[in-house]
């Protein structure tokens, strides 16, 4: 069974937060690292953050310090703490895992920032 199920997405104004999650079946979650991509109209999708099966993180440059990957194994979720929002944040956001002989995604969950 592969399902990954995002949601927590909204409007938001800038300097906003918003929590997304990513609800994983075991089969995916017990094997492999979790990552947050997004993409906005007319550009392609870009990674956001990552986190490993031991809780090691990182992050691209356009939202260190504002984004918080972490995960929950008790729950297989993973999650995306997203603070002092800004417009160029608008996209829809997509769970993904690449366990060995796979490359799944979630259906995307679209958030908006805007006054």
């Known amino acids: 069974q592969v399902q990954l199920v995002e949601s927590g997405g909204g409007l938001v104004q800038p300097g906003g937060s918003l929590r997304l999650s990513c609800a994983a079946s075991?089969?995916?979650?017990?094997?492999?690292?979790m990552g947050w991509y997004r993409q906005a109209p007319g550009k392609q999708r870009e990674w956001v953050a990552g986190?490993?099966?031991?809780?090691?993180?990182m992050y691209a440059e356009s939202v260190r310090g504002r984004f918080t990957i972490s995960r929950d194994n008790a729950k297989n979720t993973v999650y995306l703490q997203m603070n002092s929002l800004k417009p160029e944040d608008t996209a829809v956001y997509y769970c993904?895992?690449?366990?060995?002989?796979?490359?799944?995604w979630g259906q995307g969950t679209q958030v908006t920032v805007s006054s």
């Open positions: 993904n895992t690449k366990p060995s002989g796979g490359d799944y």
């Open positions: 075991r089969s995916i979650f017990s094997i492999a690292a």
């Open positions: 986190i490993s099966r031991g809780g090691s993180t």
